[in-house]
């Protein structure tokens, strides 16, 4: 801001996204890249309110926070993050009015479709695919398939995703595997242990999320891999999702960095 005779002159947007440019520069400059997270989850929290306060629409707001995924996953390719997992639609989502879902789902489709399109990206779904519409399903298997080879970043598009729901998913799948063996439930007792559910969730095989970032200042995981984040670290962010900057995830990896992570007490 600047200031004349004390009345406060906001900057031209000109010279505001210059100082923001040059300050992202100053923070990516002193990145530790040895201390960037290899996995990160982001909690997409805020299209609607972001919509309400710039006069637009709920679909304008999806769209608007759909558009920022590709520029989140731009940087963090420039950061050397290894897997995103990006919660697009939970579980409770799904019990919104139509007339606010159809158009969501759409969006969501169109944005795996890109992502899949892209090259650079692994797209991997994590969510209860039975949930959701059979055209979603589609979309996100197809993806799926399409870049099941590709070497670039694992993104987990979460969709139809819920914490509790991924749990009781891996002990359903778990029981069922070990019911086909023949196993007695006397001696799936004495084996069942925390690596054992771990082989059956929607992430098996991938590393836990080391940050995990939630924008809209809501300070709360809602679910959010409520198994695998036991021990990440948690950033939130004011930001509406649609809002998001570059300068902001720097921060999100500058304050990461900075803690010192204790597995344990």
């Not at 994590?126 to 694992?154: F, W, Y």
């Not at 992430?203 to 679910?223: A, K, W, Y």
């Amino acid at each position: 801001m600047l200031r004349s005779s004390g009345v406060r002159i906001p900057y031209p947007p000109a010279l505001r996204n210059l100082v923001y440019r040059l300050y992202a520069r100053r923070v990516e400059g002193r990145l530790d890249h040895d201390q960037v997270p290899k996995h990160i989850g982001v909690i997409l929290d805020g299209n609607r309110r972001w919509a309400r306060a710039d006069g637009r629409t709920t679909v304008q707001g999806h769209q608007a926070g759909a558009e920022k995924i590709s520029e989140l996953l731009g940087w963090c390719a420039e950061t050397d993050v290894e897997v995103v997992t990006l919660w697009m639609l939970s579980t409770d989502n799904l019990d919104r009015p139509e007339k606010e879902l159809t158009p969501l789902l759409g969006i969501i489709e169109n944005t795996v479709r890109g992502l899949a399109a892209d090259g650079r990206w692994r797209v991997h779904h994590v969510g209860n695919r039975d949930l959701l519409p059979d055209g979603t399903q589609k979309v996100l298997k197809e993806a799926e398939q399409a870049t099941a080879d590709h070497t670039g970043i694992l993104v987990n598009v979460a969709v139809g995703y819920g914490g509790r729901q991924e749990i009781a998913d891996a002990v359903r799948s778990l029981l069922l595997e070990h019911a086909e063996r023949g196993t007695s439930f006397e001696e799936l007792a004495d084996i069942v242990d925390i690596d054992l559910i771990s082989e059956h969730l929607y992430t098996r095989g991938q590393p836990d999320p080391d940050l995990v970032i939630r924008t809209s200042g809501e300070q709360r995981l809602s679910g959010f891999m409520l198994w695998q984040s036991a021990h990440s670290e948690y950033y939130f962010c004011e930001v509406f999702w649609p809002a998001f900057r570059k300068v902001d995830f720097l921060r999100a990896l500058r304050d990461y960095a900075a803690r010192h992570r204790r597995y344990g007490f």
